[in-house]
């Protein structure tokens, strides 16, 4: 390809010189952080440019050293050309971690030649330092010497690399993706259309059906393939969609051949009653999607509904404890795949000291955690939107702030962002209000596996108390320590002032915490 791969403004990406600073520097991290490689690198280019240029006499051409000298100046001048030609050439933004890890697998190949190139500059370091040392030396001691100093350095190299590396290459027992796509598959409805718009969502999941056979009723489209004009001529291959024009585009263009998505959808919806569900984002802006539809959480995807239906009451998924049972459905298949690991089950979520933000095995528990908190959104809206004061909406909104904590517990890195400690806060505040609560907590789904007899109330996390439930004699003053709290954060953190109701947050906690400090005891004490 042209190795301009991000298809967004690149205006501010990184340039050629900077990027191959980069290069250099992962090169001195693969190499364990040892400086003495990369000198030795540019010992063993020197080394074979020099042989190159100084070659024997054209009568011995034919020799094996002047066929690998000449090898050798074509390496190195092809290292060379590699990296100005791409880091030139390369656009994507190297600011974004995922991308830089995209871009960094382009420097194996220049990494192959940089550590041949070592090798060729430990060579001819050792045998020059022995020659020196040992110039009085009969040859054969010498030469002894000089391969035992190669073979131990060698083998030095090779332990070092192993205890360095051995762990995190060792990828024997990885089965993130397959637990990933399989999770996503069986948590659909039987006949379900799927769009899909993730790199790794769409491989794998395509892998499976295409190989493995699983899950073939369900019919899965890749949204960035779609919107090619090549497109047309692949749709001969999904009889029962119909495609309203070539291929997917945007609304805004004077492209009178493609179709948006609304377009599709108004097309398909009514002939796909078993769910149309998507994965990542649009492709495009569609005021009119927008304006029709609406995306319902279900489990690692998001289900489509004409906001219509949705809106009029009568939809199932309308009603918040409805939703929140409909929608654990596809978190307990989900779940199998993603629980801790234990003698039963090799994998849970990859760990982050193995899977950096670089690696696609990453995305997984980005994924996991974003849906995870979109789900307990969902419902602690609908809970809060409706009114309700039941048991059923106590059930909802302990569950929708039983997985937000789940989620600061499990990944507070990425997931304590302002619209969760806000909206934690809107749940604990609606809790304490309900009437139909006194001393015990409802009993919610255990969804996650979650180990809830290792320690006593107090030392507990706070997704185990709330996952726990039953008789707390406290909960309420512990729930309302929690709401000041998450409010109290949410207040201090950045970007929460971008947020449309932080005055309105701010009003009511100034308020709260004013009252509580003139009647007595601090919030959630007592």
């Known amino acids: 390809g042209t190795l301009r791969l991000y298809s967004g403004n690149d205006d501010g990406s990184e340039g050629a010189w900077e990027r191959i600073g980069l290069y250099a520097q992962d090169f001195i991290v693969a190499s364990g952080n040892n400086l003495f490689v990369p000198v030795f690198s540019v010992v063993g280019m020197g080394v074979m440019l020099i042989t190159a240029v100084r070659r024997p006499a054209r009568s011995s051409l034919a020799s094996g050293s002047t066929a690998l000298s000449g090898v050798g100046g074509v390496l190195v001048v092809s290292h060379v050309c590699y990296l100005v030609v791409f880091h030139s050439l390369a656009n994507l933004p190297l600011s974004n971690p995922l991308l830089f890890g995209i871009h960094k697998r382009f420097w194996l190949h220049p990494h192959i030649l940089s550590f041949l190139f070592t090798g060729v500059g430990i060579n001819y370091t050792l045998h020059s330092v022995t020659d020196l040392l040992f110039k009085h030396t009969p040859t054969i001691i010498s030469n002894r010497v000089k391969t035992g100093l190669v073979v131990t350095f060698a083998l030095i ?19 993130y993706f397959h637990n990933y796509a399989k999770g996503i598959l069986e948590a659909l409805p039987t006949g379900a259309l799927f769009f899909i718009n993730y790199d790794q969502q769409w491989t794998s999941v395509r892998y499976f059906q295409q190989c493995e056979d699983v899950r073939t009723d369900i019919t899965s489209i890749n949204l960035s393939m779609m919107s090619y004009p090549w497109w047309k001529t692949k749709k001969v291959l999904y009889p029962h969609i119909t495609f309203p024009g070539t291929h997917y585009t945007n609304s805004n263009r004077d492209d009178n051949t493609g179709f948006t998505f609304y377009q599709l959808l108004e097309s398909n919806y009514h002939s796909h009653p078993e769910g149309i569900f998507v994965g990542g984002r649009l492709n495009y802006p569609d005021a009119e999607y927008n304006a029709n539809y609406i995306e319902i959480p279900h489990g690692m995807t998001r289900r489509i509904v004409k906001r219509n239906q949705y809106d009029s009451s009568n939809h199932p998924l309308s009603k918040h404890d409805s939703f929140r049972r409909e929608s654990l459905r596809p978190w307990r298949v989900i779940s199998r795949y993603h629980q801790r690991p234990s003698e039963q089950r090799s994998n849970g979520l990859p760990p982050l000291d193995m899977y950096p933000p670089e690696t696609w095995e990453w995305t997984i528990t980005r994924e996991f955690f974003d849906h995870l908190i979109a789900r307990a959104s969902h419902l602690l809206d609908l809970t809060t939107r409706q009114q309700q004061n039941t048991k059923h909406a106590v059930t909802s909104l302990v569950e929708a702030a039983a997985w937000m904590e789940y989620a600061l517990d499990n990944d507070a890195e990425k997931s304590a962002t302002p619209a969760l400690m806000k909206n934690l806060g809107i749940a604990y505040m609606n809790l304490v209000r309900q009437p139909h609560v ?21 030392s507990s996390s706070n997704s185990v108390i709330l996952f726990r439930g039953g008789e707390r004699a406290d909960w309420k003053a512990w729930a309302s320590q929690r ?32 009252s509580a400090r003139s009647s007595g005891p601090a919030v959630g004490r007592g």
């Open 438 to 458: 006194t001393r015990r907590l409802p009993a919610i789904d255990n969804v996650f596996d979650i180990d809830l007899d290792s320690a006593d109330f107090r």
């Open 483 to 514: 709401w000041s709290e998450c409010w109290k954060e949410f207040l201090e953190m950045d970007g929460a002032r971008k947020d449309e109701s932080y005055r309105q947050v701010k009003k009511i906690y100034n308020q709260v915490m004013k």
């Open 157 to 175: 190299s090779l332990a070092n690399s192993y205890w360095r590396h051995f762990r995190v290459s060792d990828q024997s027992d990885n089965n």
